[in-house]
């Protein structure tokens, strides 16, 4: 069947699609406060928040910053004076009611739920928008526990984020573990980390993110049905 009993699931890009929440939250923003999105502008707010992420990822931002931050970046400037706060609740409040699946997940799901295996989501999103959209998309029909940074204190790929983990499983034998996601800056390097192995997922018809050769990664799956055979194998 398995030779794991605990598949610890990425949320973003890897079970939910974050490019379409995304866009649609950032739309309503952009509406919401007077101005009008175009392409060029959602291109260039997704850049400074990935940048912004890599930089909290490591520390050198806090949480705050980057909510403010990467809203200032994009659409303020001389002249345009920009709430980054305010418009960073607004892009949440339209984020947390979505719960847009990546085509095929949700059957993916469904049938690895029926089987003997304990599956977790963890992710290093706010809370309060990961909540929302995990309700949205009514992913406790397949998974035991979220686990969500914001409420643990620790960030992937913190080795601490695992601990947490077993220690609620109560399970230290971390051969039992399969980390499953899509960036090797939290999810590959979490597995890293922790000492349990990792499978680099790419949506179907998306490719591996750059420099994944230099990692130590134990699968790859490319869509759901290369990812059943790892899982399942
Ligand atoms: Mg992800």
Redesign the pocket.
Same mark, same amino acid.
């Given at each position: 069947m398995s030779k794991y009993r605990y598949i610890l699931f *990425?949320? *973003?890009?890897?079970i939910l699609d974050f490019k379409k929440t995304e866009q649609y939250a950032l739309r309503g923003a952009i509406s919401d406060f007077g101005m009008e999105s175009s392409p060029e502008i959602e291109e260039l707010y997704s850049k400074v928040n990935k940048s912004l992420w890599l930089r909290f990822e490591k520390g050198e931002i806090t949480r705050e910053e980057l909510k403010r931050m990467r809203f200032e970046t994009v659409f303020g400037g001389p002249g345009k004076d920009i709430d980054g706060l305010a418009m960073n609740q607004s892009y949440m409040d339209h984020m947390a009611q979505t719960g847009f699946f990546i085509p095929g997940a949700e059957s993916f799901l469904e049938k690895l739920s029926k089987t003997d295996l304990r599956l977790f989501i963890i992710t290093n999103g706010l809370s309060y928008t990961q909540s929302g959209r995990i309700r949205e998309a009514g992913l406790a029909r397949f998974v035991e526990k979220v686990f969500i940074s914001e409420e643990m204190g620790r960030v992937k790929p913190d080795p601490e984020y695992t601990e947490q983990i077993i220690e609620y499983i109560g399970d230290p034998d971390r051969s039992n573990y399969l980390i499953v996601?899509?960036?090797l800056s939290s *999810?590959i390097m979490l597995a890293e980390n922790s000492g349990m192995d990792c499978c680099l997922f790419a949506a179907e018809g998306k490719t591996f993110p750059a420099g994944y050769e230099l990692h130590d990664i134990t699968y790859k799956a490319n869509g759901y049905d290369e990812l059943m055979a790892v899982i399942c194998q």
């Amino acid at each position: 069947m398995s030779k794991y009993r605990y598949i610890l699931f *990425d949320l *973003d890009e890897t079970i939910l699609d974050f490019k379409k929440t995304e866009q649609y939250a950032l739309r309503g923003a952009i509406s919401d406060f007077g101005m009008e999105s175009s392409p060029e502008i959602e291109e260039l707010y997704s850049k400074v928040n990935k940048s912004l992420w890599l930089r909290f990822e490591k520390g050198e931002i806090t949480r705050e910053e980057l909510k403010r931050m990467r809203f200032e970046t994009v659409f303020g400037g001389p002249g345009k004076d920009i709430d980054g706060l305010a418009m960073n609740q607004s892009y949440m409040d339209h984020m947390a009611q979505t719960g847009f699946f990546i085509p095929g997940a949700e059957s993916f799901l469904e049938k690895l739920s029926k089987t003997d295996l304990r599956l977790f989501i963890i992710t290093n999103g706010l809370s309060y928008t990961q909540s929302g959209r995990i309700r949205e998309a009514g992913l406790a029909r397949f998974v035991e526990k979220v686990f969500i940074s914001e409420e643990m204190g620790r960030v992937k790929p913190d080795p601490e984020y695992t601990e947490q983990i077993i220690e609620y499983i109560g399970d230290p034998d971390r051969s039992n573990y399969l980390i499953v996601g899509d960036s090797l800056s939290s *999810d590959i390097m979490l597995a890293e980390n922790s000492g349990m192995d990792c499978c680099l997922f790419a949506a179907e018809g998306k490719t591996f993110p750059a420099g994944y050769e230099l990692h130590d990664i134990t699968y790859k799956a490319n869509g759901y049905d290369e990812l059943m055979a790892v899982i399942c194998q």
